[in-house]
């Protein structure tokens, strides 16, 4: 009889699932946010949901953005329910801990995935919104058209 053995060099990937890419939540996140979302997602191991550590500052590093950018993705994820800290990180003059995440696709602690993304709705009332809620500027026209009054006003 064969025993079945796990491959211990077998290739790891980020499985993103026509579901998720297909959700509200998902089309409304901006680029940035895709992109930590799924760099959070390659440190997810199979049972180290929850204690996926992530700081804003090895954020910028891997995407190549400012600190604040990252800081508005991780709160647009966590608004739009991809993601939840579990354990909230601090920096210290000794240690530097980082902020531990939970992606709500998988299960954590015995308890069956949440998926809270898949029940984002955008809010009420908000037409003109930008990605992650960010609103637009409330005068932007197409491009060539010039709203009544504006162009009175210009003339004057």
Known sequence: MSRRRRSKGGARFV???????????????????RCLYVELASRYMGQNNGRIPYSVREGAAELRVSKATVSRALQCLVDHGFIKPTMK??????????????????????QIATKDFMRWSPPAGSLATAPCGGALASRAVPFGRVPPGRLEASLS
């Open 89 to 110: 990180g601090h920096f210290d003059f000794k240690k530097r801990h980082a902020t531990e995440w939970r992606l709500t696709q998988y299960d954590y602690e015995g």
């Open 15 to 33: 499985a993103l699932y026509h579901w998720l890419l297909n959700s509200a939540a998902w089309r409304d996140l901006d680029a940035v946010s």
